[in-house]
């Protein structure tokens, strides 16, 4: 028999490493036992070492019980989950990350339990319809940012609960490497939501480094890093490139390139959106020239890189402002507070 010992236990279905990675980190902090069907499902290691670390812990026994009902399971979109409903009753609450397949397929397990459903800031009129629904049913859903609620049909959140980024007390960024860093998987078929053809047009000729899973064919590809390298990559390149990744409002890497005092240039409102939404907010978080450069122009765009590239000083002072922008807006002591309030107002703590 299991031991619940103190606190409660978590349930967590994944769909995104790296917002796996923080929400079981928060959630640990909070006092909940975690145990999660994603990449961090493995007690001992995430499943790809470019992951980030684990920085919370999980009960071995639920663990062990979880690896009976799936004793080949390694996170995939496509791979099914096994459940018992013995196994789902000893978790106290129930969190799924922007997978509506798995509320369908579990529904029947779920429903006597706290249940809440994360957006991850993606969206469109088909799932704030679902969104709809399943907050009839009582699930509590969360939001990235409220420019969400711009979505076509918008269905509701409960809580909206940024991303955080951890970020050094001193400023170590360098700039020594007069490179563009651009940090993104799987860029060639993403390269509408990504408008990764744009940029490639903007940047010809440009050093450009291009970091992420499934990049091949790319010019200047190199592949995934672990969180050590990317760390020292964005120290090192002289600026960052963040090419989005639509309707979300805004990124992981986006935030990361900002703490580690590397310059960001992006796209403005009208490239950062499909056209008829009104979802992006990168550029809302950058004082265009003073934290940052946006632009729906190319040919601008091209030009803020090629100063950034030609003037240290001038990236240095940009960087510095950015990791403002985090202090204020981006921190984990920020993101904590607002899980415990949703969680307090469900009558979990």
């Not at 769909?15 to 499902?41: I, K, M, N, P, W």
Request: negative net charge.
């Amino acid at each position: 028999m299991i031991s619940l010992k103190e606190g409660k236990n978590l349930l967590y279905l994944s769909c995104h490493s790296t917002l796996e990675a923080c929400d079981l980190r928060t959630y640990s902090d909070l006092g909940f036992t975690v145990q999660s069907t994603g990449f961090y499902a493995y007690p001992a290691r995430p499943t790809h070492d470019h992951l980030l670390p684990r920085l919370f812990s999980t009960n071995p026994l639920l663990y062990d019980e979880f690896r009976k009902l799936n004793p080949d399971y390694t996170y995939g979109y496509d791979v099914p989950l096994h459940f018992t409903k013995e196994f789902v009753d000893k978790f106290d609450v129930i969190v799924v990350s922007w997978r509506y397949d798995y509320l369908q397929q579990y529904w029947d397990l779920f429903k006597d339990k706290h249940v809440v459903f994360e957006s991850a800031g993606q969206s469109d009129a088909n799932r704030e319809k679902q969104i709809a629904e399943i907050r009839k049913k009582g699930i509590k859903v969360t939001g990235v940012m409220t420019e969400e609620e711009n979505y076509q049909g918008f269905g509701g959140r409960d809580k909206f609960i940024w991303l955080y980024v951890d970020i050094e007390e001193e400023n170590d960024w360098n700039g020594e490497d007069e490179s563009i860093l651009v940090v993104n998987s799987s860029s060639k078929i993403r390269a509408y939501p990504c408008n990764t053809n744009l940029f490639l047009q903007l940047s010809k000729n440009l050093p450009v480094k291009f970091y992420g899973l499934n990049n091949d064919g790319l010019g200047g590809a190199l592949g995934p890093l672990n969180e050590k390298d990317l760390k020292e990559v964005y120290k090192n390149c002289r600026l960052f490139f963040s090419l989005g990744s639509k309707p979300s409002p805004i990124t992981y890497n986006f935030l990361e390139a900002m703490a580690a005092g590397c310059p960001v240039v992006t796209w403005g409102p009208r490239l950062g959106n499909f056209p008829g939404f009104s979802t992006y907010a990168m550029h809302k978080y950058i004082d265009n020239g003073v934290s940052g450069f946006y632009s729906d122009n190319p040919v601008e765009l091209r030009q803020y890189c090629q100063a950034l590239l030609e003037d240290q000083d001038l990236a240095r002072k940009v960087g510095n402002n950015g990791r403002d922008i985090i202090k204020k807006y981006f921190t984990y002591e920020l993101v904590k507070e607002r899980w415990k309030e949703l969680f307090e107002e469900m009558g979990l703590l």
